[in-house]
């Protein structure tokens, strides 16, 4: 009879046990797949939005700040999930982008990567450096440093190899990140243009008119500033080049305007062009001493390519393209025809 109680005793404390670690494990899988879920799980966004990661900021205070911005749920199964996977202290600072679809994983792998939000910047051809610097302290992710510092301590800063800071950047359209500095902006376009005109200078046309790649450089914004047309840019440095060659002056109404500065109301009149200044070609034998704007590739190319041909003077035909002319005479009929067509 004893022996009978004991073994349903047993029985029954086995079978209680087992019914307990089914339930535990059935709960345990029920947590599993609710985890699983919820890290598979697009985040709540229904339009990219960019957060600020700040240096110093836990996971935690991260998530918290999501949940309450409407974006996360459950922040806490997010951070213990991140801890178990030892990647809860590998969130990067910065901005970043969030997009509709992504999933808490996603998420934590997004804040992982330091794939921050990259911030557009144009330079554009034919600037001078003063404007290029002032769209570029314009933009409110870029933290200036050099408003106040005078072109000589620009100079130094780029460290560059020419004697003045006009004509020292490549026009393009470049990429940071907020705060990156208006000085490591300004290196990086000096230093393309260093490349550009590096390359190019490599496979110029033989017996140019130049000492140095700066007075190519020179020509280069001279001809960015006559024509913006591409296919004839080859053509003006043909006219500019052989004038040198020919010692005749380059009579360039682009310079003009630099040497006038903010004196230039949009008119060019007969006192301006006879005001003689370092950059007025009418004026001064060969080139002025320093480029007038930032070229582009095109433009350093032609200058260092230029086509071959007898013309020595070219008028604007009104539509962004020029008339050429071999004699003083032809030039000055197509200036008439044109001036005429122009005004009507």
Sequence with gaps: MLNTAVSFVRKYWV????????????GGALVFYSVKQYLETPIFL????????????????ITRRLENDGILNWPRVLVLWARWQGIDRLVRTGEYELTPGLTPVSLMSLLMSGRNVQYPVTLVEGWTVRQSLEHLWAQESV????????????????????PALEGNLFPDTYFFTRNTTDEAILKRA?????????????????????DSPWQALIMASIIEKESGYQAEKADIAGVFVRRLQQGMR????????????????GV???????????WN???????P???????????????????PGTALYFVSRGDGSHQFSDTLQEHNAAVRRYLRNNNE
């Design 289 to 307: 001493p320093t480029p007038i704007a930032i070229s582009g590739r095109d433009s350093i190319r032609a200058s260092l390519n230029p086509n």
């Design 15 to 26: 079978r209680t046990l087992l019914i307990l670690l089914m339930s535990v494990a059935l």
């Design 268 to 278: 060019i009149r007969r006192s301006d062009i006879d005001t003689t200044t370092p």
């Design 46 to 61: 229904n339009e990219p939005r960019v957060v600020a990661i700040e240096p110093g900021s836990s996971l935690t205070q």
């Design 143 to 162: 933290l200036v440093t050099l408003s106040d510092k005078t072109d000589e301590e620009i100079m130094a800063i780029l460290q560059s190899p020419f």
């Design 281 to 287: 070609t009418y004026r001064i034998d060969g080139l």
């Design 190 to 210: 000096h230093s393309r243009l260093l490349e550009v005109l590096e390359a190019e200078w490599q496979v110029r046309e033989p017996e140019l008119p130049y």
């Design 250 to 265: 380059l009579q360039s109404d682009p310079t003009i305007i630099y040497g006038m500065g903010s004196a230039y109301s």
